[in-house]
């Protein structure tokens, strides 16, 4: 595998359900991150995490609960979500957050579509 | 206002037309300006980015970038098929870790 992945692709849940989404990133960054994009909206950040530590959280209500283990992995867990939650989750990586000049790309993965019913 | 304004399309054009991408931003303490290239069914992949104000050219592509309007530019030339795609710019200040994103212009070049 090379680059960000992430699973599942799509998700459906119901309203009660708990679920989990995983991203894994290949290339050895330090920094990763969890947007949310939704159909005509700016992509959104929802957390920051650099060397396995949240340096941000953007005010993301609490059914939304994120976890980074290690450097290479994150994972959002979801519970007793709403139907405007649906949307495109998208993981992405970078050599460090803050991030130097000289590294400025952040590397996105597939995303996972939720359809929340 | 938003922070930064992308009309979000679609933008449909012939193959080997001249395309023009453009958004607008608010703050002026944006110092780094990135476009993005979203395929249907990926993430969005890095095209190249600016610092300040100035061109840059890519082969077909340039970014341009007017600080003094607040206003960036994406030019793609000879246009193809395979330019289909959603073009997202973004945005960040020298100090911030957050990148800030317009919403996207959905282009489609047709055969």
């Known amino acids: 595998e090379t680059g960000v992945t992430q699973t599942p692709r799509h998700l459906v849940m119901g309203m009660t359900n708990k679920k989990s989404l995983k991203c894994e990133q290949h290339l050895g960054h330090n920094a990763m991150y969890w947007y949310k994009q939704s159909a005509k909206k700016p992509l959104e950040l929802m957390f920051v995490y650099n060397f396995k530590e949240q340096t941000e959280n953007n005010s993301v209500p609490s059914r939304f609960s994120p976890e980074c283990p290690n450097s290479s992995h994150l994972f959002l867990h979801l519970h007793t979500l709403q139907p405007e939650d649906s949307a495109l989750y998208l993981c992405?990586?970078?050599?460090?957050?803050?991030?130097?000049?000289?590294?400025?790309?952040?590397?996105f993965g597939p995303g996972t579509r939720l359809t929340v019913l | 206002q938003k922070e930064v304004e992308q009309d979000p399309g679609p933008l449909s054009v012939p193959e080997g037309a001249i395309v023009s991408l453009n958004c607008t931003y608010s703050?002026?303490?944006?110092?780094?300006f990135m476009w993005y290239r979203q395929y249907s069914r990926k993430g969005p992949e890095l095209l190249m980015y600016t610092y300040s104000s100035g061109n840059k050219e890519d082969g077909r592509f340039t970014a341009q970038v007017d600080k003094s309007s607040k206003y960036i530019s994406l030019f793609i030339r000879d246009s193809q098929p395979s330019d289909s795609a959603t073009y997202l710019c973004a945005m960040i200040t020298g100090t911030a870790s957050k990148l800030t994103f317009g919403t996207g212009t959905r282009l489609q070049v047709t055969l």
């Open positions: 703050n002026s303490a944006f110092q780094y």
């Open positions: 992405a990586s970078s050599p460090l957050a803050p991030w130097s000049e000289y590294e400025i790309e952040q590397f």
